[in-house]
């Protein structure tokens, strides 16, 4: 090589790195502390010794990510994208450290200054980028994915603005920005040179090759950048750490030059607000979308930065071959939201690596792979085809054509049958035609799951019973799991030592040994150490609560608790309904067999969702009644705990003594919250819907309290259902409606309640309410009942923990990769024994 007369420099490498090892953890926090953050001490705000913190463990998850990526793309291997519009990952730096075993010596290294791993770790934001669920199933399943070792990489959106944050001024639900980012995200690593450019706008015309070959492109586009920012998911104790890549939309730095040689440099600088609104704020929706133009260019702006990011590196590494990458690839599309990647690969093969159509569409069907999560109609995606056509032009294009031969192949299958064509079209025609997502995502998709054994049934049955009976093949479940290592070891700390002591730690990679605690079932003294865990991590929850609603509870009491997002099918109003019916037995006398409870709710309601929103002030309101009767508070108190997010769930569900999940039947895909409560001990009131039914089974009928209409029932009920005549003929019902129909909690609010109060009495009410609510009570009853003995609700509280096996995500994720992506694990470096083990049972 030319030099001028230089030494020849050899550039260093990643070998040449500073090693980072156990013994340097606490000189790396003090060089963090001191120089990269500047800081000489620690003042009353831990932030800079959490950020110091977070920097030092980071460092050493890069090393491990490093080894992890090299494998991943060393050689040709099968892996799996998980895309999806939200990962709800909370905080990061607990998992991190449990997940790397570095406990002892972050204990020790915090002891020079002083502080606390449970204090510093308050500092940290949680990563709020989802709603609820759906999110935070994405955030197990990549925490199960890397403990697992397995190749996977999860694409998402970087949002500026996560989840809001959700405070309660007079009862009322009062909605904030989560500015997550604002302190700084310290856990992420941009990499800017590998940004991708997505197109918007334009039009398409064709032109003919040097071969006469005819193609379309896609022109005049207005560009945005999407710019990675990388998150390491460490695995447990195995040294693998997968990557979240999130997505960041930016301006290109190509102005507008009509306006630029105008002279308005300032308006066009301006401009780049519209490239960078993307990804600016979440969607605050639960199960329903809402048309807007935004959220499908989010949905577009994911699917193609992840896209391109994949076939980018495949033809890096491959050239323009792709014979084969369908043997190393699969898009698990996590829900409805980004099924605009059928088109978008599509797309990219055919128009910037010119293969023909049937090849394109061979490689995208052997590649795509659909979760469904619900089956409420209002949350199926439609998008108008006016608005695709402006905004996506090609995309549209490519739908029309995958839509004529798949009516092509409806054609041959029901001849002559046009309602059939038009019942499975992906255009839905009218006076404004749409595009229904959820039938592209079938039509491009090898693998189509529900993810409950009931959801599945019912998707097949019913919302996809048409596409079922073309492909059944395509068809198959993954009940939903989440992760004993956030959801035991690192949120509930008590309990994992108690159970260590029992049975060993093995349980935390492989969960299906948690069955071992069956042995203790009779254990008269192992039931008096579980009692005690749960009393502390009841005391932790009584701290929180009277810190965040000013409300005394009491940890000698029944602790009754319902947290999910606020919906009108999840039947807050039921528990309400329940709650005002345990008062009126308090204010008539009837308190001989009343247990003493302290019933905890809390949930955001989407800012645009009246009915929830109301729901949430009637809690508060009833909460406040009943709080300031001195008759009631040996009985009875309510709180509603604003701003319900992952770490406000990891001090609640330790502390559950009961799980309310009663949903109306059919109307639950699966419940995950379900699953926390019942791995930390708290047992279940429920009905048969979504995931319970399996929890039920596994912990056997007698250790559960069910209750309510079955799925199978729902519609025989709704013909016939008289709400009036149910409420007249049960006397508990009436006296709750007549207190709540007295104005009795909102005295000073007349109406307030009007809407509520119709809802119930109304032959149209689709979540039943009124039908279920003595089946309920009934339950309620049985509840207190069994609580009284306290001997036996142990023995059922060990039975829930000990049947919880099953509902590891390990559980899930190993599903999805034997039936559904056929991954091979990587080489752990740590020995065999330490690498979660997929086992089964
Ligand atoms: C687990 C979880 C959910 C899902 O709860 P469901 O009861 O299954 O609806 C929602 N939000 C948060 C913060 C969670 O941790």
Redesign the pocket.
């Known amino acids: 090589m030319a030099n001028n007369g230089e030494q020849m420099c050899v550039a260093k490498g990643w070998q040449d790195a500073p090693l980072i090892d156990e013994s340097t953890l606490e000189d790396d926090l003090s060089r963090h502390f001191y120089y990269t953050l500047g800081r000489d001490k620690v003042g009353k705000s831990q932030l800079y010794l959490y950020n110091a913190l977070a920097l030092t463990i980071r460092d050493r998850l890069v090393a491990r990510c490093r080894a992890t990526k090299q494998q991943m793309h060393s050689e040709k291997r099968r892996k799996t994208a998980y895309i999806s519009l939200e990962f ?1 990952m ?1 905080r990061a730096l607990g998992n991190a450290i449990l997940n790397l075993d570095l406990e002892e010596q972050v204990k020790l290294a915090l002891n020079n200054y002083c502080a606390h791993i449970e204090h510093v770790a308050q500092a940290e934001h949680d990563a ?1 980028l ?8 994405a955030a197990c399943f990549l925490d199960s994915c890397a403990s697992l070792a397995l190749p996977v990489t999860g694409y998402g959106i970087r949002y500026e603005y996560g989840m809001f944050n959700q405070s309660i001024e007079n009862g009322h639900q009062i909605e904030q920005p989560d500015n997550w980012l604002r302190e700084g995200h310290p856990w992420e690593l941009s990499a800017p040179e590998q940004a991708k450019r997505v197109k918007f706008f334009g039009h398409v015309e064709s032109y003919t090759d040097k071969n006469g070959r005819i193609h379309r492109q896609w022109l005049d586009t207005e560009d945005v950048l999407a710019v990675p920012y990388d998150v390491p998911i460490p695995g447990y104790k195995n040294d693998i750490v997968n990557t979240l890549r999130l997505w960041k939309s930016e301006a290109t730095d190509e102005f507008d030059l009509g306006e630029f040689n105008a002279g308005s440099y300032s308006e066009a600088v301006a401009h780049k607000n519209l490239a960078e609104q993307i990804t600016m704020v979440l969607y605050p929706n ?1 199960s329903s979308e809402n048309g807007k133009e935004l959220r499908l260019r989010q949905q577009y702006f994911l699917s193609s930065a992840s896209l391109q990011d994949i076939v980018g590196l495949w033809v890096s590494q491959h050239g323009e071959k792709f014979s084969d990458f369908a043997d190393f690839h699969v898009f698990q599309l996590n829900d409805t939201h980004p099924s605009i990647a059928v088109a978008e690969l599509m797309r990219l093969l055919i128009d910037d690596y010119d293969l023909d159509w049937d090849a394109a569409w061979q490689i995208t069907t052997k590649t795509m792979a659909y979760t469904n999560h619900t089956l409420l109609p209002e949350a199926l995606e439609k998008w108008s085809v006016s608005l695709f056509a402006r905004l996506l032009p090609r995309i549209l294009e490519i739908i029309y054509e995958i839509n004529a031969r798949f009516l092509a192949q409806v054609a041959l299958a029901w001849p002559g049958d046009v309602a059939k064509q038009q019942a499975l079209s992906l255009i839905e025609e009218g006076s404004d035609p749409q595009v229904r997502m959820a039938y592209l995502a079938i039509v491009g998709s090898f693998s189509v799951n529900g993810v409950a054994a009931l959801h599945t049934e019912l998707l097949k049955e019913g919302l996809f019973k048409t596409f079922y009976e073309l492909w059944p093949e395509k068809f198959n479940n993954k009940t939903n799991g ?1 992760t004993p290592r956030r959801w035991i070891a690192h949120c509930n700390p008590k309990l994992t030592q108690l159970i260590g002591e029992k049975i060993g730690q093995d349980w935390v990679r492989d969960f299906a040994q948690i069955s071992q605690l069956r042995r203790y079932y009779d254990d008269v003294k192992f039931h008096k150490q579980w009692q005690s865990v749960k009393l502390e991590n009841k005391q932790r929850l009584v701290d929180l609560v009277k810190a965040r609603c000013g409300v005394e509870f009491d940890t000698s009491m029944l602790f009754d608790v ?4 606020i919906h009108e099918y ?1 039947r807050q109003l039921l528990n309400v309904l329940h709650i005002i019916h345990l008062y009126d037995r308090i204010r008539r006398g009837d308190t001989a067999n009343l247990v003493p409870r302290c019933v905890l709710l809390g ?1 955001k309601a989407a800012p645009g969702y009246y009915m929830a929103k109301r729901i949430i002030k009637l809690i508060n309101n009833v909460a406040d009644v009943i709080n300031k009767d001195p008759l009631a508070q040996p009985y009875l108190r309510v709180a509603f705990l604003p701003n ?7 001090t609640i ?1 330790p502390a559950t003594d009961l799980s309310e ?1 009663i949903s109306t039947a059919g109307k ?1 895909a ?7 409560f019942m791995m930390n001990g708290a047992l279940t009131i429920g009905t048969l819907d ?1 995931a319970n039914i399996e929890i039920r089974d596994a912990v056997g009928a007698d250790n559960f309290f069910l209750f309510g209409a079955q799925a199978e029932q729902i519609e025989g009920i709704k013909q016939s259902y008289n709400p009036l005549h149910i409420i007249h003929n049960t006397p508990d019902l009436l006296n709750v409606m007549q207190l709540l129909e007295s104005g009795h909690f909102n005295l000073f609010e007349p109406g307030l309640f009007d809407d509520i109060i119709g809802a119930i009495k109304s032959p149209h009410d689709p979540w039943l309410v009124a039908h279920d609510f003595d089946s309920f009570v009934q339950a309620q009853k049985a509840v207190e009942h069994a609580y009284q003995d306290q001997q036996h609700w142990t023995q059922m509280s060990i039975l829930n923990t000990a049947a919880s096996g099953t509902f590891s995500s390990d559980r899930t994720i190993s599903q999805y990769s034997d039936d559904i992506w056929h991954l091979e694990a990587l080489t752990t470096s740590s020995s065999a024994d330490t690498a979660v083990s997929n086992s089964k049972d």
């Open positions: 709800l909370g709020g989802g709603n609820g669920g759906l999110g935070r199933l639960d989440v319902q947290v999910k997002r999840k949930g319900y997010n992952v770490t406000a769930m990891e569900c999940q639950e699966s419940g995950t919250g379900n699953m926390k979504g």
